[in-house]
Each structure stands twice: as structure tokens, then as C-alpha cells.
């Protein structure tokens, strides 16, 4: 049994909160996604007797891929490895990234569950955070998403400076 974790090293702006290593121009994306199809089949050997379960699109923030990257690296994958027939397949979306085109687009490729980067469901933190999406696009999205996928998981920041009992 095995994961693949591929990273997209992207996003559209700077979080205040994150430390992770991205860039804000889409200018290389192409660049790199060539090079995860080299480095997929580069390394064969490594899972050649293993099962592949879950494939996992981290990042920066993979839904700023295209439909065609998407399905390209899951068809490399699929392409080197065996992938288990119930394999989970997750992609970690932002709340602006979401619409109802863009989650049936992520379906035809196969992904099967969404992480979801919500944070915070309060404006005075995103604000804080310096989040792309407000709170109500935060609360439609998630529900729009519920729509189409069963399997859905959350990102929330807890502890901000901001935080109240109330809250």
C-alpha cells in the first residue's frame, strides 16, 4: 500500500499564516507540470511492487491547475503504478477556486474527495489571514461542493489573535 503526494507550488496570493515555499505567478506552471510527468515515470522502480491508494494534489493550491493538468498527472500515475480501483483522490481546493463547472471538471479527471482551504468561516480573520474568499463564499462553496462530492474535508485555523469565546 502507497501515497503519492504531488505538490503544486502555486497560489494566487501570500497568506499571512503560511510558511510553506509557493509562487504567486502562474508563469512556470506549465514547466512544472512536464516535470512531474518526468519525474513519475524517473521513479518507477521505487513503488514497482506497491499498490497505490490514494494520490494526494497539495500545495500552494492545486485547483488553480486546468482540467488537462490535472487529468495528465493522474493518467501518468495510472500509467506507471497500480492504482487500487477505490483509491482516494484528493485534491486541496481554495473557496474562490470552486464553481460548479470547475467540480465536475475535477470529477471527469477522477478526483473523488476535496480539501477544502476555508480557515475560517469569520471575516476579521480572513482578512487577517489575507484570504482570497470571504465568509459567504466560504459557506456557498463548501455547500456547492457537498453537492458533488460525498468525500469533503475542511481546513480551520484555530487560535488567531482575534479569537473570542464567542466565537
Not at 474527495?113 to 487577517?128: A, H, K, P, V, Y
Not at 484570504?131 to 469533503?152: T, V, Y
Request: aromatic letters at 10%; charged letters at 25%.
Amino acid at each position: 500500500m502507497a501515497g503519492i503526494y504531488i505538490h503544486i507550488p502555486f497560489c494566487k496570493q501570500a497568506c499571512h499564516y503560511c510558511n510553506f515555499h509557493f509562487a504567486t505567478s502562474l508563469h512556470y506552471k506549465n514547466e512544472l507540470v512536464a516535470a512531474l510527468l518526468k519525474e513519475i515515470a524517473l521513479q518507477k522502480d521505487y513503488l514497482e511492487n506497491e499498490t497505490i491508494e490514494t494520490i494526494y494534489f497539495g500545495g500552494g493550491t492545486p485547483s488553480l491547475c486546468t482540467k488537462e493538468e490535472v487529468k495528465n498527472i493522474i493518467t501518468a500515475i495510472d500509467a506507471t503504478y497500480t492504482i487500487t480501483e477505490n483509491a482516494e483522490i484528493t485534491l486541496e481546493a481554495n473557496p474562490d477556486d470552486i464553481t460548479a463547472e470547475k467540480l465536475l471538471e475535477w470529477k471527469e479527471t477522477g478526483i473523488n474527495r476535496l480539501s477544502i482551504g476555508i480557515q475560517s468561516f469569520f471575516e476579521e480573520d480572513l482578512r487577517w489571514m489575507n484570504r482570497a474568499h470571504n465568509a459567504k463564499q466560504a459557506i456557498d462553496n463548501l455547500q456547492l461542493a457537498k453537492e458533488e462530492f460525498d468525500n469533503i474535508t475542511i481546513d480551520l485555523i484555530y487560535g488567531t489573535p482575534q479569537l473570542t469565546n464567542d466565537k
